[in-house]
Structures are given as C-alpha cells and as structure tokens.
C-alpha cells in the first residue's frame, strides 16, 4: 500500500500555541494537498502544492499556515486557533495535480483545541 | 463549483447481501470519480475510482458505474463481510486541479 507519513497522530494545544502538523511521503508525488476533517463529515480541501508550490488555497484563515520544504515535506504551521478548529487534519498525495490523479491519504492529526 | 450528493447517509446490510451507494455530481466537467472506504480513526482509503471514458470498472467485490448523461455514479458491493462496514465517501473531480469534491458519506453496517 501506498504511504504518506503524519505526525503527531495527536495535538492538544492552547489558543495561544504556536505548533506544527508535519506530512511525509516517498512516492516521488509532486502533489500534496492538506485537508480538515470534522466528525461525521466529509474532508475539505484546505491547500494544495504542485511542484513545491501552493496553487490553491481554499480561503483558510491565515491562523494556517502551509509550507513545503521539499519534494517529500509538507507542514501546517498553526498559531492563535480557535475552538472550532478542532478536527482530524489529513495530508495526502498524487503523482501530480494536472489530470484525474489517485490521492492517497496520510492517518492524520487528531487536534483539539482547548 | 462541484456538489456532490450522496445516498443513502446510513445503509445496513445482512452480511452476504449487496450494498448499493449513489452519488450525483453537478459539474459536467468533473471526469474522475473516486471512492474510499473510511474506518472508525483511519485514514480514507482509496477502494476504487473511474474515469469519464469508462461506463463501468470492477474490482473482486466491488464495482462503480458511472452514467455520464444523468451525472451520477453508484459503489456496488456484493457478499458483503462484516469488514466492510465502515463510512464509504464518493467524490468527484476535473482535470486542471484535481480538487476532490466529497459526498456527505454513507455509513455501512453489515449485520453477522
């Protein structure tokens, strides 16, 4: 099976905290993409990277903040959340972002925001 | 943009039975239609997808058609197994960006 890495697989923090999702994958996929899942709810697309550079950004709030650092790397910086931002966020990858491409998803980070 | 509707939200099964999960889509666009298959605190899985050129793929179990003309493509699982009880989301997508767009979910239940 295909892998994509996540780390922590838990994160509680405050709402002054400032901490990091972390996303890995050895695929060799260009596209890595960070979703937020609520309970009971379908992912939403929260970013996008193609070739290590954001190409979509579904209207986050700037309290999320992604960067990809290499190839196989990609983070979600967090700072200042709120409440509602509690979910489960998943990293996933394809080969590529041109053209219906499989998306494979990390386990996730289960964050609650106290 | 894409929406996707899925039904039914919940369908229980005997085990052995067949399950069936429906979807429409809105964007005559969108050309590729995954579905994945998530447990209780797992990741989704990717079970099966189709793309637009094709009216019908299976795999063992499993099998999706799709009807391009009505919008709407269906997850046909036959002889269901307790183990395929989980929460089973479509989605949908066009070329240039690959965004997923989800289905609400059906949560199966496959009775022993």
């Known amino acids: 099976d295909t892998e994509v890495t996540q780390t922590p697989k838990h994160l509680v923090m405050g709402m002054t905290n400032k901490k990091s999702l972390k996303c890995e994958q050895h695929?060799?996929?260009?596209?890595m993409y960070w979703y937020k899942q609520k309970a009971k709810k379908p992912p939403e697309l929260m970013f996008v990277?193609?070739?290590?550079?954001?190409?979509i950004n579904e209207s986050v709030p700037s309290r999320f903040s992604p960067e990809c650092p290499n190839s196989s790397l990609l983070n979600l910086h967090l700072h200042a959340l709120q409440p509602e931002d509690s979910a489960l966020y998943l990293c996933?990858?394809?080969?590529?972002?041109?053209?219906?491409?499989?998306?494979?998803f990390g386990d996730g980070t289960r964050l609650s925001i106290l | 943009g894409e929406n996707v509707e899925q039904h039914p939200s919940t369908l229980s099964v005997q085990e052995g039975d067949s399950a069936v999960i429906k979807c429409t889509y809105s964007?005559?666009?969108?050309?590729?239609f995954p579905w994945y298959k998530q447990e209780l605190g797992k990741r989704p899985q990717l079970i099966i997808d189709?793309?637009?050129?094709?009216g019908e793929k299976k795999d063992q179990r499993i099998a999706v058609t799709l009807n391009k003309t009505a919008k709407h493509f269906s997850l046909h699982i036959t002889e269901t197994q307790p183990e395929d009880s989980a929460v089973y989301f479509c989605?949908?997508?066009?070329?240039?960006?690959?965004?997923?767009?989800f289905g609400g979910g059906t949560r199966l239940m496959v009775k022993p």
């Open positions: 996933a990858s394809s080969q590529e972002v041109g053209g219906p491409q499989p998306q494979h």
């Open positions: 695929m060799g996929h260009r596209a």
């Open positions: 990277y193609s070739y290590e550079k954001l190409s």
């Open positions: 964007d005559s666009a969108s050309n590729y």
């Open positions: 189709i793309r637009s050129n094709v």
């Open positions: 989605a949908a997508s066009e070329n240039a960006g690959n965004m997923l767009t």
